[in-house]
């Protein structure tokens, strides 16, 4: 039975900074593809960043780039997501996902395109 549990959300001051984790267990992680989505109140789901199995490559929503990073730790079935110099409009409800591969270089920025979900970390930043 596959499972991403995330953690590491809170409340947060804008221009804060929070590290959230997502452990994957039940699949053999290193050849999954990561990804962190968000959905904040009354939005649809968006994609935040993602990272390609061998994490070679990394990709992020332009709205966070320069703020974030995606990281993942392939021995300890983790991937991570740095968050920094937080906004208001940051605050929403984090996910991670998994998506099988079959390159090492691939990642996605799509949600259709990730097999496993996480039940979600609330995020929130207060101005």
């Known amino acids: 039975q596959v499972q991403l549990v995330e953690s590491g959300g809170g409340l947060v001051q804008a221009g804060g900074s929070l590290r959230l984790s997502c452990a994957a267990s039940g699949l053999t992680f290193s050849i999954y593809a990561m990804g962190w989505f968000r959905q904040a109140p009354g939005k649809e789901r968006e994609f935040v960043a993602a990272i390609s199995r061998s994490a070679g490559n990394t990709y992020f929503a332009d709205s966070v780039k320069g703020r974030f990073t995606i990281s993942r730790d392939n021995a300890r079935n983790t991937v991570y997501l740095q968050m920094n110099s937080l906004k208001p409009e940051d605050t929403a409800v984090y996910y991670c996902?998994?998506?099988?591969?079959?390159?090492?270089?691939?990642?996605?920025?799509?949600?259709?395109?990730?097999?496993?979900w996480g039940q979600g970390t609330q995020v929130t930043v207060s101005s």
């Open positions: 996902a998994a998506q099988r591969t079959y390159a090492s270089g691939v990642y996605s920025a799509t949600e259709d395109e990730y097999h496993y």
